[in-house]
């Protein structure tokens, strides 16, 4: 091979690393660019809706009456149910994982069978929702039933985020609190768990975010699509001033009023749709933002 | 020492609610199988297992009734690979330039940003695909009906983009910087190190998050529910409306079926179909994905 020769594969490689890495830009940027595409779609179709009275209207037969007070308030006590339940039962299964768990059997299938369960698609959690809690459990087509069911969904989420946090800890610290004779659920509570907040709160706010936009589990428990009335208010004038009466209660939630005028004809509901997706967009995003700023901030800031 | 009795039944009891949170995952797993093989059940003791897997048509809330699952079946690998053939392309092509181009501060910026597009709900893709996709996909297939396979699978594709890359990503990053800058020593550019060392070693990684990628596909609903039609076509056309397994699903949960009827145990049936075609490939991607860490 001569000089020359060798000169030009040089070209001819670089010519290819430098195509690649334009390629690679470019795909990256086909991402940015269709979230980009939909929230100007959004916004172009669904900004003219976006009022006052949209928000404090029920859903109507008419498309410029009708409003998303009621999928809203439907959406916010579900996420209580939801969290109520999830953040518990994830923080919990993820310290024992970590910190009680020995190593056998019974492990090992809890591990495998929490990875599982996070490739499980959603709409087979509506199914258990709808068998166990609808109809076995007779709990109806309530706010109970969609709350527990998208804190099953949700509940690997939280887990695997809680361990992942708690991993992070390095031994040292637990073995300076046994040093000092703290018990192991003294060390949990005074040193793992707050160490491992933010990992925690992080995991946690993503899970909820993806419940508040989940519709499969919810349509499949049977929730109507069409409900013009609030629940029950949980805080009353009387005694005892709270009540749960509300759990029982008929709802709908976000995402399915938005699949409910999509899915007609008219153009004028698919306005409707555009303005509630707005919203219900802005939640997840919001709530991620701040899920990615926490980690940001507790990834900064502890230095073991 | 009585603190010490006290101590050690509180922390007995501490230990066991935990446990009883570790264990709680196990029951939902025993009562998706409990639920789902319940009413399943049921349902083959009307239709048989052999018609159910063979038939080509797919009837249930006619008068004349066929329970061939197939339609189903195809509607589902139809937009799955529709979806794939943009993700994975994408998603690994996105893994490589984060791994082993992009400067800290661009991945900084683009991996959260990514992440967004796997946050975004689901049935505001739907939005997107069938009020924005389709009428543009129209301009280039005038044929094309308004409900179609291939707008909600190139959307799927693009919501997909974030797993794929993510845990390419991951198994990218596993692979020893000493190993890079040995195939740099060579005088390899970046793109032959990737393709010929970085690829390779990190090929059961990149695997995995394939073979999530098609299970995620598989079990998406909203954006086919939309998008797609429900209509059960046994076509392998993508401009003709189709309908999956899930999409199944959700019209029959609109609609009023009575609780015990065998078109109520349908959705079980076809949710037992989902649920063991994506165990399948969550098995072989978990597989996958234990042996990167074997490999150094």
């Not at chain 2, 009020?131 to 909600?152: C, R, V």
Request: aromatic letters at 12%; one cysteine or more.
């Amino acid at each position: 091979m001569t000089d020359k020769d060798i000169k030009k594969r040089i070209a001819i490689s670089k010519f290819w690393d430098y195509t690649f890495m334009t390629i690679g830009v470019l795909s990256t940027l086909i991402g940015f660019s269709v979230l980009f595409a939909l929230m100007s779609d959004l916004f172009v179709n669904g900004m003219s809706r976006f009022t006052y009275t949209f928000i404090s209207s029920y859903p109507s037969r008419f498309p410029e009456e009708a409003g998303i007070l009621s999928p809203l308030v439907g959406t916010t006590l579900i996420m209580l149910v939801t969290a109520f339940v999830s953040i518990p039962l994830g923080v919990g299964a993820g310290i024992y994982l970590e910190e009680y768990a020995k190593k056998n059997w019974l492990t090992n299938i809890i591990e495998i069978n929490i990875t599982n369960l996070a490739g499980v698609p959603s709409i087979i959690y509506g199914l258990l929702a709808l068998g166990l809690f609808v109809y076995y459990f007779e709990f109806g087509q309530s706010i109970l039933t969609g709350g527990l069911a998208l804190a099953l969904l949700i509940l690997p989420m939280i887990i695997m985020a809680t361990r992942e946090a708690i991993r992070a800890i390095p031994k040292h610290i637990r073995e300076a609190s046994y040093a000092l004779g703290a018990t192991k659920w003294q060390t949990v509570r005074d040193h793992i768990i707050p160490y491992s907040m933010g990992g925690i709160l992080t995991g946690v706010i993503m899970g909820l975010s993806r419940a508040i936009g989940e519709t499969a589990p919810i349509i499949t428990i049977g929730a109507l699509t069409f409900i013009a009335f609030l629940p029950t208010s949980p805080v009353s004038t009387e005694f005892p001033y709270i009540n749960f009466n509300w759990l029982f209660d008929p709802f709908t939630v976000m995402p399915i009023q938005v699949f409910n005028w999509v899915s007609r004809p008219q153009a004028a509901f698919h306005q409707n749709a555009a303005a509630a997706g707005i919203i219900l967009l802005a939640m997840t995003l919001v709530m991620n933002g701040i899920a990615i700023y926490i980690r940001y901030r507790f990834r900064k800031r502890i230095k073991w | 020492m009585k603190i010490s009795i006290y101590r050690k039944i509180k922390e007995g009891a501490v230990e066991g609610v935990f446990l009883l949170c570790g264990l709680s995952s196990i029951f939902i797993t025993v009562g998706i199988v409990a639920v789902l093989a319940y009413e399943a059940l049921g349902f083959f003791r009307e239709v048989s297992v052999i018609d159910f897997l063979t038939g080509t048509e797919w009837t249930p809330l006619f008068a004349d009734k066929k329970f061939g699952i197939l339609p189903l079946v195809a509607g589902t690998l139809l937009i799955t690979g529709i979806a794939l053939s943009v993700a994975l392309p994408l998603g690994l092509t996105v893994a490589i330039y984060l791994s082993e181009y992009a400067p800290h501060k661009i991945k900084e910026i683009a991996k959260p940003v990514l992440e967004l597009l796997a946050a975004v709900p689901t049935v505001v893709y739907g939005y997107f695909a069938l009020l924005f996709l389709t009428p543009i996909l129209q301009k280039f297939f005038p044929e094309m009906s308004g409900f179609n396979a291939l707008s909600p699978g190139i959307i799927m594709g693009i919501m997909i983009i974030p797993y794929i890359s993510s845990v390419s990503e991951d198994a990218m990053k596993a692979v020893p910087m000493s190993i890079r800058e040995g195939s740099y020593a060579m005088g390899a550019t970046r793109l032959q190190t990737a393709i010929k060392v970085v690829i390779p070693a990190a090929f059961s990684g990149i695997a995995a998050a394939f073979i999530m990628g098609i299970s995620r596909a598989i079990g998406e609903t909203m954006v086919v529910a939309i998008a797609a039609g429900m209509m059960p076509n046994f076509t392998a056309n993508p401009t003709q409306p189709v309908q999956t397994l899930t999409s199944y699903i959700v019209q029959v949960s609109l609609g009023d079926v009575p609780h015990g009827t065998l078109e109520y145990k349908t959705i079980f049936a076809v949710g037992m179909t989902l649920f063991l075609m994506t165990l399948g490939f969550n098995i072989i991607g978990f597989w996958l994905r234990s042996r990167i860490r074997e490999a150094y």
